[in-house]
Every structure is written in structure tokens, then in C-alpha cells.
């Protein structure tokens, strides 16, 4: 039997997905399963993206543009603009999703065995994507005790080799929560200029900023141009995760050029995923500010319930709706896999995805779970129920305590109540 390619071989599981076959079995005993692994908003999808899908009228469903319909792509240029952001239409790239927009930049940007420096933890799939590149993620650790902030300038230099190609970020960050601010990209802007990197930035939480809190995007940086390129994606904005409509912009027109080249071999992206994504632009901002109240309240509904089960604690992530929470278990990937096929109370249970998946390290995060608070407060009251119910019995529960609250965290949970 002819062997598989190293490629396959080192490809990583996800860890948001690897246990769904322990999940569908707890389903199929005929448990209720609590989703708290997966950023699948509940957010209704905008009524005007799906009248646009079911209104289109096409005697025939043709291919588009590889770089996108350029209807579309002048109307995201006035959407940047809206936020003080310049991108032209001929300085980006629909893709399919966020997901290919990161696979694009990679394939433009880096060689087989260059490095890419990513703060850890990081969201999965980006090492999945370098993989496919050939290349190597080098990954710096931020940890829970300091809220996930960005590691020193230092530590990225100690990491810098002559293979070094970049640096990718993911602001706010997807699985943490943490909002880069902008002197945390003054600092790595001044870096990709020392050493001459590009700059890879995951922009796809952009609305999602709390407690007053403005996001900094990467394209406001000046001088820097030609290292910085920016990736977005519809999925989590408008709720649109299936539309699998994302986008590649840089104002570097050797990356385009590449990534062109990528995007006519794929010949294009999905024609009614764009129609719908065109049609989400002209959503009120009366929808953002409503979605955004919603996470907020989740967050502090879930953050309070949280840190007040013993053992556990978890810092108030400032953006995306995700946090990262430390938990007193031996193995966050056995805990996991426990909770969907041991444990249960009243014919219910709860899905979270284990931390380690979630960096390179694989010793790193092993008693660290990503929530996703998806769900409206009611069921966050009860999956807060069954992980508090389910730490009481886990067989491998440890002595450990979770770190107290800050200061500052303290005043949000009251404040913000």
C-alpha cells in the first residue's frame, strides 16, 4: 500500500473538531449537548443577505472574477473607508473564507522550511495552513496569568532566525479573547521594519471590541505598506460562517500578484456566498451595536459564573467571544472527551475544546479549556451548571486553585452586570 505524503503526516487535527464523533454518540444516548467549542454565532444572519440569495435571478450561475465580483470589492472599499481604513479594490482578494485568505498569504509569503513567528495560543488551523505551505510556525508563549498580552519584543527576537519570513497576529484573538492595542502594534511595527518581515494580521473579530474598547487595525499603520497584509471574513460579522466568504488584502501588489495566481486556480469564489456578503454591507449599525450588547452581556453573564466555581479562572477577554479558562483537571483533551462520553446530568451535557490544541507546545494548555459563548445566558446558566457539577467528579481532578480575579477585571463584572 503506497504511503501518504510527510505533509499529511505532520497536517494537525483540529481541536475544536476532533471530538464531534464523541458528541454525535452523546447525542445519539440522547443527551443535550451544550456547544461551548465552536464560534458558531446564534446571531440571526441578516434578513437582507438571505432576500438577496433568494431574490437573485440567474438564467445561468456563472463563474465570477478569481479576485471577486468587482461590484463587491468597491463596496468593501467604502466599508474600510467607513472605519479610516484605505484599501482599493484592486488591493484585495475575495477567497473562500477567512480560512483560504490564510492559506493565500501563506503560500505568497513564506518558502518550505521559512518560519513564521505566532504568539501562542493561536487559533488551530494556522499551523494547519503553514503545513500546507511547507513551512514552520515558531510559536512565543503568552500566558493566562498575564491575560494573554502580547510577549516582549524580546522574546520575538530570541525566536528570529534567517528563515524568519513573518509574523501573524489575530486581533481580537481567536481562542483568548485579547485585544491588541495599538501600541502593541507600534512595537511590532518597528520590529517588521528592523527585520524586514511581513506582517499577517486575522482581522475577522473586528466588531467584536468591548467596554469602550476601539480595534486597531493592522492598515493603519504607516511606513510599513508593503510588509502588512490583512485578512477578514464575513463568517462571524454577519453571522455567515456557511457563505465561506473571506478576503485578502495588502497593499503590496507582489503578494496580490501571488495570491492571484492561487485564486485562478480555484477559478473563484462561491457567486452566492459574495451576493449575500454584498448585500450584509448595508446592514444598519444598529445591528452591530445590538450584537455587540449581546456578547457583552454573555461574556460577563459567563465570566462571573465562571470564576466563582472553585478552581477555575479565566481572564475578561476585551474582544471576538471566546476566553480561555484554566481548570483544576489533569488533561483538558481527556477532560473534554469525559465530559461527552461518561458524564451527564439530567440527560445534558457540555462541549468545550481543550486549550492544548491550541498551541504548539502540546505540554502547554493542558488544564486550559476555549469557551465560545455562543449561547444566550439562559443556556450559559446551565452549562456553568454542568462544568461546575462535572468538576466535582472528574476522576482527574487536581488540587490546583485558579488565579484570583484583577483588580480591574473585578470592576467590569460589577460594573457591567
Given amino acids: 500500500m503506497p504511503s501518504i505524503s510527510q505533509r499529511g503526516v505532520i497536517m494537525p487535527s ?14 445519539a444516548r440522547g443527551l443535550r449537548v451544550f456547544h461551548l467549542n465552536i464560534g458558531q454565532p446564534d446571531i440571526l444572519t441578516p434578513e ?14 456563472e463563474y465570477t472574477h478569481s479576485a471577486g465580483m468587482p461590484e463587491y470589492r468597491r463596496k468593501l472599499s467604502k466599508y474600510y473607508a467607513a472605519s479610516g481604513i484605505d484599501i482599493k479594490p484592486d488591493e484585495m482578494l475575495v477567497t473562500c473564507g477567512g480560512s483560504e485568505a490564510v492559506l493565500f498569504a501563506f503560500m505568497s509569503c513564506l518558502d518550505p522550511l521559512d518560519e513564521i513567528i505566532v504568539p501562542e495560543p493561536f487559533y488551530a488551523n494556522y499551523e494547519a495552513f503553514a503545513a500546507s505551505a511547507g513551512a514552520c510556525v515558531k510559536p512565543i508563549t503568552s500566558t493566562i496569568e498575564t491575560g494573554f498580552t502580547l510577549p516582549s519584543i524580546e522574546e520575538f527576537e530570541k525566536v528570529i532566525t534567517p528563515k524568519t519570513k513573518a509574523i501573524m497576529i489575530c486581533n481580537p484573538n481567536n481562542p483568548t479573547g485579547y485585544l491588541y492595542s495599538e501600541q502593541e502594534f507600534m512595537q511590532l511595527r518597528d520590529l517588521i521594519i528592523k527585520y524586514d518581515l511581513f506582517l499577517i494580521v486575522d482581522e475577522v473579530y473586528r466588531e467584536f471590541c468591548y467596554d469602550g474598547a476601539q480595534h486597531f487595525s493592522c492598515m493603519y499603520l504607516k511606513g510599513v505598506d508593503d510588509n ?35 485564486a485562478q486556480a480555484r477559478l473563484c469564489p462561491p457567486t452566492f456566498g459574495q451576493i449575500a456578503a454584498m448585500a450584509s454591507l448595508d446592514v444598519p449599525e444598529e445591528y452591530f451595536k445590538a450584537m455587540n450588547e449581546e456578547y457583552r452581556r454573555r461574556r460577563n453573564f459567563l465570566l462571573d459564573g465562571l470564576n466563582k466555581i472553585p478552581g477555575v479562572y479565566s481572564p475578561m477577554p476585551r474582544g471576538a467571544f471566546y476566553t480561555v479558562a484554566k481548570l483544576p483537571i489533569d488533561d483538558s483533551e481527556r477532560f ?22 491550541f498551541y504548539s507546545n502540546r505540554l502547554l494548555g493542558r488544564n486550559e479549556v476555549r469557551i465560545a459563548y455562543v449561547l444566550n445566558c439562559d443556556d450559559l446558566a446551565i452549562a456553568i451548571d454542568l462544568l461546575a457539577r462535572a468538576l466535582k467528579s472528574y476522576p482527574g481532578r487536581t488540587p490546583e486553585s485558579g488565579s484570583p480575579l484583577m483588580e480591574h477585571e473585578k470592576r467590569w463584572l460589577q460594573g457591567n452586570k
Fill in 228 to 262: 502588512v497584509i490583512m485578512i477578514d471574513s464575513v463568517s462571524k460579522r454577519y453571522s455567515e460562517c456557511g457563505l465561506r466568504i473571506g478576503l485578502l488584502a495588502t497593499k503590496n501588489k507582489a503578494v496580490i500578484a501571488s495570491a492571484m495566481k492561487q
Fill in 14 to 27: 483540529s481541536p475544536i473538531r476532533k471530538l464531534v464523533p464523541y458528541s454525535d454518540a452523546a447525542k
Fill in 336 to 357: 473534554c472527551q469525559w465530559l461527552l462520553s461518561e458524564f451527564s446530568y439530567n440527560n445534558q451535557t457540555l462541549m468545550l475544546a481543550p486549550a492544548a490544541g
Fill in 48 to 61: 437582507v443577505a438571505l432576500a438577496a440569495v433568494k431574490n437573485a435571478n440567474f438564467p445561468i450561475v
